[in-house]
């Protein structure tokens, strides 16, 4: 069965390159989810003219900005603009519900207040622990990125299909397990050259790419200077708008 995967954004937290930040929306098996959802990613959805309402599921890989604090944008849309009534599923790392409460509130304050007229669902996601999350199977990984964040890598499978996406850290045998066989591997590569810690770059995914034993790779969330030497690498490297068959 065929399944798709649109870099909705492939960008860093800084809009390097003028991209859009983390948002990778996977259609599969007649489920719609993303992978990641920016603060940016809500423009970015329409800008593509995806309905946001469309959205099943949202897999959060930690919890920086870049790659969840459009979450409460998507809220505040589904409940006053959008007005959904389809359910959606938020599933993600450790204390996820409290902190995207606080970052919600702090966004817009008296936010807690309002009530979804649409089945509203968070799942917390156990280290290593394959979790059906709606009709896909999660299993999140540790990596070492900013521990505040609970970062992982998530291992997404379904309709036959696996995608992995590193999310942001250094490379790790727990990130080397999430990838393992993946029919697609999404992975950061933030710089070209320069070793950066928690991140990963080029040499060191290079060094690894046995290790991940992926079966189609494409490289995102990348640096001016990555951005610079896209030309120079044999890797598919994304950009807002590709869409990849996986």
């Given at each position: 069965m065929t399944?798709?995967a649109r870099?909705?954004?492939?960008?860093?937290s800084?809009?390097?390159?003028?991209?859009?930040?983390?948002c990778?929306?996977?259609d599969?098996g007649?489920?719609?989810?993303?992978?990641?959802?920016?603060a940016s990613?809500?423009?970015?959805?329409?800008?593509?003219d995806?309905?946001?309402?469309?959205?099943?599921t949202?897999?959060?890989?930690?919890?920086?900005?870049?790659?969840?604090?459009?979450?409460?944008?998507?809220?505040?849309?589904?409940?006053?603009?959008?007005r959904?009534?389809?359910?959606?599923t938020?599933?993600?790392?450790?204390?996820?519900?409290h902190r995207?409460?606080?970052i919600?509130?702090?966004?817009?304050p008296?936010?807690?207040v309002?009530?979804?007229?649409f089945?509203?669902n968070?799942?917390e996601?156990?280290?290593?622990v394959p979790t059906?999350?709606?009709d896909?199977?999660?299993?999140?990984?540790?990596?070492?990125?900013?521990?505040?964040?609970?970062?992982?890598?998530?291992?997404?499978?379904?309709?036959?299909?696996v995608?992995?996406?590193t999310?942001?850290?250094?490379?790790g045998?727990?990130?080397?397990?999430?990838?393992k066989?993946?029919?697609l591997?999404?992975?950061?590569?933030?710089f070209?050259d320069?070793?950066?810690?928690?991140?990963?770059n080029?040499?060191?995914l290079?060094?690894h790419?046995?290790?991940?034993d992926?079966?189609r790779?494409?490289l995102t969330?990348?640096?001016p200077?990555?951005?610079a030497?896209?030309d120079?690498?044999?890797?598919?490297?994304?950009?807002?708008?590709?869409?990849?068959?996986?």
């Amino acid at each position: 069965m065929t399944a798709t995967a649109r870099f909705i954004g492939s960008g860093d937290s800084f809009g390097s390159g003028g991209r859009f930040q983390t948002c990778i929306l996977i259609d599969a098996g007649g489920t719609r989810f993303t992978m990641d959802f920016g603060a940016s990613s809500l423009v970015a959805l329409r800008q593509q003219d995806i309905d946001p309402n469309s959205i099943d599921t949202i897999l959060l890989t930690h919890l920086h900005g870049d790659h969840c604090a459009g979450v409460p944008f998507l809220l505040m849309d589904a409940m006053l603009g959008a007005r959904r009534r389809r359910p959606l599923t938020v599933a993600g790392p450790r204390d996820l519900r409290h902190r995207m409460f606080m970052i919600a509130e702090a966004l817009f304050p008296g936010m807690h207040v309002m009530k979804p007229k649409f089945e509203l669902n968070w799942i917390e996601l156990e280290h290593g622990v394959p979790t059906p999350v709606d009709d896909i199977l999660v299993t999140a990984r540790p990596v070492k990125h900013t521990w505040q964040t609970n970062p992982t890598a998530l291992r997404a499978e379904i309709a036959g299909k696996v995608i992995c996406y590193t999310g942001d850290g250094e490379f790790g045998e727990e990130m080397a397990l999430a990838a393992k066989g993946a029919d697609l591997l999404v992975a950061e590569c933030y710089f070209h050259d320069k070793p950066v810690p928690w991140h990963l770059n080029y040499p060191e995914l290079l060094a690894h790419k046995a290790d991940f034993d992926a079966r189609r790779i494409v490289l995102t969330h990348m640096s001016p200077e990555m951005l610079a030497r896209v030309d120079d690498v044999p890797e598919e490297c994304a950009y807002d708008g590709m869409v990849v068959e996986i």
